[in-house]
């Protein structure tokens, strides 16, 4: 009803497509999140994924990162170095 008052039928029904298509239109796709370890950047992680994306998380605390992956279902894999 608020979508119908904002934006008329013409919005109302371009809003109802979008939400149809929303969740497949980064499927398959490769995503590279910088700062995925909080904020910002770990909820358009988890976002992605729920979308079908093929995350890359990047960020300095590999503790977040991994608690972020298996809450969010996201393959891991990491390889520790040494500077």
Same mark, same amino acid.
């Given at each position: 009803?608020?979508?119908?008052?904002?934006?008329?039928?013409?919005?109302?029904?371009?809003?109802?497509?979008?939400?149809?298509?929303?969740?497949?239109?980064?499927?398959?796709?490769?995503?590279?999140?910088?700062?995925? =370890? &909080?904020? %910002?950047? @770990? /909820?358009?992680?988890? *976002?992605?994924?729920?979308?079908?994306?093929?995350?890359?998380?990047?960020?300095?605390?590999?503790?977040?990162?991994?608690?972020?992956?298996? =809450? &969010?279902? %996201?393959? @891991? /894999?990491?390889?520790? *170095?040494?500077?």
């Amino acid at each position: 009803m608020f979508t119908k008052a904002l934006f008329g039928l013409a919005g109302q029904r371009f809003l109802s497509l979008h939400r149809e298509t929303d969740m497949s239109r980064f499927k398959d796709k490769v995503v590279v999140i910088t700062g995925a =370890g &909080s904020g %910002i950047g @770990a /909820a358009t992680a988890k *976002r992605l994924a729920t979308e079908g994306a093929n995350v890359v998380l990047v960020g300095r605390r590999q503790d977040k990162l991994e608690a972020l992956a298996i =809450g &969010s279902r %996201i393959r @891991a /894999a990491h390889r520790r *170095r040494r500077w």
